[in-house]
């Protein structure tokens, strides 16, 4: 049986990794230190023998015992309200974290992937993107944390890949979303979400011009399923190439919720890119991959989530 550890295990998207590692029957680690992440995500999966659970901040030395074949490196915070209130914590587990679990996929002779994001283009001169575009990022505003530290994530995995010979892989992903986004994480789907089922106005950020190209999470999970067991080790960018304004985007949540929010406008956050849009050719031609859930039935499933919540989810104040 195969062994794979997982990083961020217990967030949004390593949950999903977990379970879809399971199903093709691999034994699983799970990390987590669970700073953003929830176990409920995975307790379904903690009375299962092929899987183990370790709560562990990446940033310090990480080992598991015996064989591993497969690192999957997820554990970050990802929504910009959460890695603006852990700026340094966010650059550590893109720096140290990555750096330690190089270290063990060099010892262990493992391959690993590392999640990366379509942030790493920053405020986009280039549309859609494309994996060659090296990006135009604000190294020193607020974001920076989370853009430089993926973008660091990047180049020690390729030195990795250079100097030592490790199998690498790199996954760009675009704007994910599904069941198991937190609440209050502050990311645009749970944010308008919630507010709808609270009865609050929609916050639209700026004139709601900008452009976001939302990926449902069961795609996404097979794009880095594929890319994983592939023998490609560039960059790939894996997400939906469906663009849409924000502002058509809450209008469109007013429909689903079927309420009659208002929507209103707020102060658009520094260095908030403009527009984004992946260029999917490399995941097409190399992995035979391309997204298969339309936003509409997407989004269906994800209201259908957070609706089942119980109701003081809805209230639970973070930030
Ligand atoms: P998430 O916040 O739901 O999950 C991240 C998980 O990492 C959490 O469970 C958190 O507790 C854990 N974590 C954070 N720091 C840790 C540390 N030092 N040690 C151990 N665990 C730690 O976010 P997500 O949306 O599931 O994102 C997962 C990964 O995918 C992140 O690396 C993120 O940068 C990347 N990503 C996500 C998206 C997206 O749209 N969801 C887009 C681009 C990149
Ligand atoms: N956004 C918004 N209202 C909110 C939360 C976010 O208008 O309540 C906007 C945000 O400014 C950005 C887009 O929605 O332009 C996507 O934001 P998110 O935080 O989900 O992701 P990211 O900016 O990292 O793509």
């Known amino acids: 049986m195969k062994k794979i550890l997982i990083t961020g295990a217990a967030g949004f998207l390593g949950s999903h990794l977990c379970d879809r590692f399971i199903k093709e029957d ?160 502050g990311r645009v789907i749970p944010a308008f979400i919630g507010q709808a089922l609270r009865g609050e106005d929609l916050t639209v950020f700026g004139d709601g011009s900008q452009t976001r190209s939302f990926c449902y999470v069961d795609d996404e999970i097979e794009g880095i399923y594929r890319l994983l067991l592939s023998d490609y080790d560039l960059p790939v960018n894996i997400g939906n190439p469906h663009e849409i304004t924000i502002k058509d985007f809450a209008e469109e949540i007013v429909k689903l919720t079927g309420t009659d929010q208002k929507i209103i406008y707020k102060p658009l956050p520094k260095d908030d890119p403009m527009q984004r849009q992946p260029d999917i050719t490399k995941a097409k031609e190399i992995l035979g991959w391309e997204p298969k859930v339309s936003r509409a039935e997407g989004m269906k499933k994800t209201y259908e989530y957070f609706k089942g919540l119980p109701e003081e989810e809805l209230y639970k104040k973070e930030h």
């Open 26 to 185: 691999f034994h699983v680690i799970g990390m987590d230190n669970l700073i953003t992440g929830d176990l409920r995500n995975i307790q379904h999966l903690f009375k299962l023998k092929n899987f183990e659970f370790y709560n562990h901040d990446v940033t310090k030395f990480v080992s598991v015992p015996g064989q591993l074949d497969y690192i999957l490196h997820f554990a970050s915070p990802a929504s910009p309200i959460d890695y603006l209130k852990i700026p340094i914590q966010t650059l550590k587990v893109g720096a140290l974290g990555t750096h330690n679990l190089l270290g063990l996929a060099k010892v262990k002779k493992a391959r690993i992937l590392i999640a990366s994001t379509s942030e790493i283009y920053g405020d986009p001169l280039v549309h859609p993107q494309t994996e060659e575009y090296y990006g135009n990022v604000n190294t020193i505003g607020p974001r920076g944390v989370y853009d430089e530290a993926k973008r660091f994530m990047e180049s020690i995995t390729m030195a990795y890949n250079r100097f030592h010979g490790l199998e690498t892989r790199i996954v760009r992903i675009f704007n994910t979303y599904g069941p198991r986004m937190r609440l209050n994480d």
